[in-house]
C-alpha cells in the first residue's frame, strides 16, 4: 500500500503523500482529521485481537509515518522521493503527536457536535444562526 501511495511523488504529480490527489491516504488523513472512516476504505484497527472487526491491523498513525518514512529513504535523485528536509507528516499537517493521539482516540468523547478551525465554526453556527460556538475550545485545543 505504502508503494502505491507513493506513485503521485514518483509521477512528480505531488510533493508529500497527504499531497496526492486520488490516493487512499489522502481520504484517510481528510476523514480522521473529521474524526470519521472512509467507508470505501477499510479501518485501520490496530493490533490483532480476538473478534476485532475486519480491518487493517495497523494503526493509522503508524501508517502514515510508514509512507512518509518510505518516501524519505528513496534516494533524493530518484522518483518518488520525499526531501528529507521536509517536516514529519504530522507537522506538516499541523498537529501534535499527542493531540492526533487525543483525535483518533477519543474523538466521540471530545465532540458531540461540529469539529473545525475556529473560522469553520464560525461560518457553521452563522449559517445555522446559532449563537455559540459548541466545542470550540476543544476545537482550538487539538488544532
Not at 70 to 87: E, L, P, W
Request: with cysteine.
Amino acid at each position: 500500500m505504502a508503494y502505491v501511495e507513493l506513485n503521485p511523488i514518483r509521477a512528480k504529480i505531488a510533493n508529500t503523500p497527504e499531497t496526492s490527489e486520488f490516493t487512499s491516504i489522502q481520504l484517510r488523513i481528510k476523514a480522521a482529521l473529521k474524526g470519521k472512516q472512509p467507508q470505501q476504505l477499510l479501518p485501520f484497527i490496530g493490533n490483532e485481537k480476538a473478534n476485532q472487526p475486519k480491518g487493517i491491523n495497523f494503526e493509522l498513525k503508524q501508517y502514515l509515518e510508514l509512507v512518509d518514512e518510505t518516501g524519505r529513504i528513496i534516494r533524493n535523485d530518484k522518483r518518488g522521493a520525499i526531501s528529507v528536509n521536509a517536516a514529519n507528516i504530522l507537522n506538516r499537517l499541523n498537529i501534535s503527536t499527542d493531540n492526533w493521539l487525543k483525535l483518533t482516540t477519543y474523538f466521540g468523547k471530545l465532540f458531540h457536535g461540529p469539529v473545525g478551525s475556529i473560522d469553520e465554526l464560525t461560518e457553521y453556527c452563522e449559517h445555522l444562526q446559532k449563537r455559540r460556538r459548541h466545542f470550540a475550545f476543544s476545537c482550538q485545543y487539538l488544532q
